[in-house]
């Protein structure tokens, strides 16, 4: 018997059968019928199939309507992106951009298989709906996508500048073969203003959230959790009932129509007349973005009244914060209330009494209340844990205390 017989009955003796190949599933139908008012549009690459919708200018989302964003200017929207290339820009010559994907990490393998894209047109918002109902379909809505792409300014979105815009960039250049720097056009991404004004007092800065909590909106039962939306749309791709589509797009409407009215709240908490308006919470959030402009009055102008408001812990943060800018322009004797006032408000810290025992030390000449301030901040360690950096401070202060007793008895 040759070696091959041999180990063909081997296999045998231990249950071993010869692989047999599966047979293809076949592909499901997919039975888009019920994504109204959804239609297809022919591209030299297929069927695109597009969901548009309208918007009267008069349309409320959430508590305002939609039209509020006419005022605003493209200057102010370039300082708070940070994105020079904004500014003489017309506010309504950008896109609203939002994605649904198969994954929510990104990267080559994931695809955008809803893409939102909102303009004013003539006096309307529009809102086309990119929806690929088979993998397939993927050139033909990236080339119906890029005609209205290529007609806009630039983006407006939610953290699209890490995600949604690099994506259908990639997309591009893997599904179209086409480099599209979508990546370096304008771009107002608001997620970061967003954190900058409301970080301190919402439980997060997820868009569902800020729609809840500052835009008024409420969201109807059609809405699903973003995180779900991936596997819902694998789900369709293997089953092709598409009613839970419907909802995937309700949400990807929504988030489209909820970045104008987060662009109207975002721009306007930010210009110089809305101070006395604003939160203790969104009033440190401007104080800091001026702060960091270099515009030193509306900074101050933030700074009190995220100072003067009621809330304890964001008066302690605008506290710290400006006594520190004044300290760092030299001007530390404006400082003195502040600091006096953080100790009012927490006087088991020991940072305003060493900030005063300096001032008095050696700007004010005053050694008795340098000594004063030096023994009330060694006191405040007493209620601090005992680690290296209480003992770090401790040493410091103690040998403050010791200097200004030399210069105390030199001087008598």
Aim: glycine share 8%.
């Amino acid at each position: 018997m040759d070696e091959e017989k041999r180990l063909q009955q081997r296999l045998q003796r231990i249950g071993r059968k010869k692989a047999t190949r599966t047979p293809p599933l076949e592909k499901a139908r997919r039975d888009v019928s019920g994504l109204h008012p959804g239609e297809p549009h022919e591209t030299p690459h297929g069927a695109a199939y597009i969901i548009e919708t309208q918007y009267p200018r008069t349309h409320e989302h959430g508590s305002s309507p939609l039209s509020l964003l006419t005022p605003f200017e493209s200057r102010s929207a370039a300082e708070i992106a940070a994105d020079p290339s904004l500014e003489g820009l017309s506010l309504e010559g950008l896109v609203f951009l939002d994605t649904e994907t198969t994954g929510l990490a990104g990267g080559a393998g994931t695809v955008a298989f809803l893409v939102g894209v909102g303009k004013f047109i003539e006096g309307e918002f529009w809102l086309r709906q990119y929806f690929l109902r088979d993998l397939g379909e993927e050139q033909a809505m990236l080339h119906a996508i890029e005609g209205d792409l290529e007609s806009s300014a630039g983006f407006v979105t939610f953290n699209g500048r890490t995600f949604d815009v690099p994506l259908l960039e990639i997309r591009f250049t893997l599904g179209m073969r086409k480099r599209f720097p979508l990546t370096k056009w304008p771009h107002l991404d608001l997620l970061y203003p967003a954190r900058r004004l409301w970080r301190r007092a919402l439980p997060d800065c997820r868009l569902n959230t800020i729609e809840r909590e500052v835009l008024g909106v409420q969201r109807s039962g059609e809405d699903v959790s973003g995180e779900l939306i991936p596997g819902l749309y694998l789900d369709y791709l293997r089953t092709g009932d598409s009613m839970e589509m419907e909802r995937v797009i309700y949400h990807n409407a929504m988030d489209i129509l909820s970045l104008v009215s987060l662009t109207v709240e975002v721009l306007g908490r930010h210009r110089t007349d809305a101070f006395s308006n604003l939160s203790a919470s969104e009033a440190l959030g401007v104080a800091r973005w001026h702060q960091g402009a270099g515009r030193s009055g509306p900074a101050e102008l933030a700074y009190r009244a995220a100072i003067e408001s009621g809330d304890p812990i964001v008066r302690l943060e605008a506290l710290r914060h400006h006594t520190a800018y004044l300290k760092r322009l030299g001007r530390r004797d404006q400082a003195v209330d502040g600091w006096e006032l953080w100790h009012t408000l927490q006087p088991d810290d020991p940072r305003p009494c060493i900030e005063l025992a300096m001032y008095y030390e050696w700007h004010a000449r005053d050694l008795d209340m340098g000594k004063t301030w030096a023994e009330i901040g060694l006191d405040c360690l007493s209620n601090w844990a005992d680690d290296w950096r209480c003992e770090e401070i401790s040493k410091d202060l103690q040998h403050r205390i010791s200097r200004l007793k030399r210069k105390l008895e030199t001087r008598s």
